[in-house]
């Protein structure tokens, strides 16, 4: 399993249960790089999509107490995430969010991808710093690009 995220400075990953940047290479990296493959995320991250409706082309588990009439795999524990989750190949499952599922499930991640942004979005919730966290290392990270007026960078932690 492996996460995928934007942060911004400060690892904050979402303001008002959207998006704090709208960076069209972060989009399009996310895209192509969950397209055909599995995504778990809350229900909150669920409703913050258009109409609340699942991602297209890819398998959407929702870890939720309550059950989720979409077009969704509903899982209510993390055992019954794992249990699912077995039915896949490991490195086809990205966790997607929000900031509660990322805290559950970062310890069972091989990798994380995470865009930095190098400015502050004034979130209102936050990824852990992998970079204080003894259990990931930076194993990759691009130059910096610019992104609609954004410096970000595309970096990879992985589980030592």
């Avoid at 969950?34 to 991250?45: A, D, E, H, R, S």
């Avoid at 969010?97 to 994380?112: I, K, M």
Wanted: charged share 30%; aromatic share 10%.
């Amino acid at each position: 399993m492996k996460a995928i995220f934007h942060a911004d400075k400060n690892w904050g990953i979402g303001k008002n249960n959207g998006l704090m940047f709208s960076l069209p290479k972060d989009m399009k990296f996310f895209r192509e790089t969950t397209k055909g493959k599995v995504v778990v995320m809350g229900l909150n991250t669920l409703r913050s999509f258009p109409d609340g409706k699942p991602l297209k082309n890819r398998v959407n588990i929702v870890l939720s107490p309550e059950d989720v009439d979409e077009d969704v795999i509903t899982v209510h524990s993390l055992e019954e995430l794992f249990e699912e989750v077995k039915k896949y190949p490991q490195d086809d499952v990205f966790v997607i969010g929000g900031a509660s599922v990322y805290r559950a499930l970062l310890p069972y991640c091989t990798e994380a991808l995470v865009t930095k942004v190098d400015a502050s979005g004034g979130a209102d919730v936050f990824a852990p710093n992998l970079d204080e966290n003894e259990n990931f290392s930076l194993a990759e990270e691009s130059a910096p690009q610019e992104d609609n007026g954004y410096t970000i960078k595309f970096c990879t932690y992985r589980k030592i």
